[in-house]
């Protein structure tokens, strides 16, 4: 069966610090991988796109990867703010869908 | 990036009564909207697909007639939740694409007593 697994248990890590976040997929062969910030209660924030024919991908303090061979995305955020602190969610679309199936997502605590 | 509004933020009703979510597209036009559902420490789930002048897509396990979509123009879809009960309380959050990716509102917040 398909599945996008990111850990999920919380990760604290200090301010200024690298977080790096995984996202695995399984039985999926995505033309591109999305990543999101959702804060309590708001919903999903759009941060990153990249597409299969890319390996990384950056904006400011934000880098993706994407390993087709693995079937694994990493996020990294460098130095981190305690307002980085959220729910980092990967998603993608499946073969033939339109709309974007979500992991499960990893909540990151950015310690000061 | 695109701009997605949706009214209610929040909304408490007596179980049996009837709720609508309506859902815009700001600054774009879209002929698909997606509504998804998300409990508490969960992920977002897909409920159904919404398109402009036709019928919505519902996914599998999820009620047609308990969850009535109308996408009636480029920027508007509403979600009715029929005759709710406590467990259709939930976060819902409507989705559009724009730009070739999905832009989410803020949520609604049911809570159904």
């Known amino acids: 069966s398909q599945k996008i697994e990111q850990n999920s248990e919380a990760l604290n890590i200090q301010e200024g610090k690298t977080a790096t976040l995984t996202c695995n997929y399984t039985n999926y062969s995505p033309a591109y991988l999305q990543w999101y910030r959702q804060d309590p209660g708001r919903g999903p924030v759009f941060l990153l796109l990249i597409r299969e024919n890319e390996k990384e991908k950056r904006k400011e303090r934000l880098k993706v990867t994407f390993d087709t061979t693995l079937k694994q995305s990493l996020f990294h955020i460098t130095a981190s703010q305690p307002a980085d602190s959220a729910t980092y969610l990967c998603a993608l679309v499946g073969t033939g869908r339109r709309a974007l199936t979500f992991g499960s997502g990893t909540r990151l605590q950015v310690q000061p | 990036g695109a701009v997605v509004s949706q009214h209610p933020s929040r909304v408490i009703c007596k179980s049996g009564t009837s709720v609508k979510i309506e859902c815009r597209s700001l600054?774009?036009?879209?002929?698909?909207m997606f509504w998804y559902r998300q409990f508490p420490k969960q992920s977002l789930m897909l409920m159904a697909t919404?398109?402009?002048?036709?019928?919505?897509?519902?996914e599998q396990g999820v009620e047609k007639d308990k969850f009535l979509i109308n996408h009636a123009s480029l920027t508007l879809s509403t979600l009715t939740v029929t005759s709710a009960h406590p467990e259709d309380s939930s976060f819902y959050i409507c989705?559009?694409?724009?730009?070739?990716?999905?832009?989410f509102g803020p949520g609604t917040r049911l809570l159904v007593l």
């Open positions: 919404s398109n402009e002048g036709s019928k919505a897509t519902y």
């Open positions: 600054d774009f036009q879209a002929t698909t």
């Open positions: 989705s559009a694409r724009a730009q070739g990716t999905q832009y």
